[in-house]
Nanobody, 120 residues
Framework: QVQLVESGGGLVQAGGSLRLSCVAS????????MGWYRQAPGKQRELVAT???????NYGDSVKGRFTISRENAKNTVYLQMNSLSPEDTAVYYC??????????????WGQGTQVTVSS
């Protein structure tokens, strides 16, 4: 079974940067892609960014041009570099691993979440 451990969250001032990391273990060969999602208080969980095994990426509209997702296969790790942070980016950030089966995305696991707080 896939396990995900996130790190790198914290408190940062507006305009600052943070880098999140997510390490996958157990059943990693079943993973086709990984991504980051976030959930702010009172809001639904939303897509931040995903990256597939072939390196293709997808970003939520609110983070395009500011956030970059990348992966280091040798370390089974996915990163999220977040620049030009604003208070609207404050949320719990979750790592997710998925598998692509016959055109459908099957979620394999969610991480426990890491808090990102951006002060104004």
């Amino acid at each position: 079974q896939v396990q995900l451990v996130e790190s790198g969250g914290g408190l940062v001032q507006a305009g600052g940067s943070l880098r999140l990391s997510c390490v996958a273990s157990g059943g990693i060969f079943s993973i086709n892609g990984m991504g980051w999602y976030r959930q702010a208080p009172g809001k639904q969980r939303e897509l931040v960014a995903t990256i597939e095994r072939d390196g293709s990426t997808n970003y939520g509209d609110s983070v395009k041009g500011r956030f970059t997702i990348s992966r280091e296969n040798a370390k089974n790790t996915v990163y999220l570099q977040m620049n030009s942070l604003s208070p609207e980016d404050t949320a719990v950030y979750y790592c997710r691993a998925h598998q692509n089966r016959n055109g459908f995305t099957v979620v394999l696991q969610w991480g426990q979440g890491t808090q990102v707080t951006v002060s104004s």
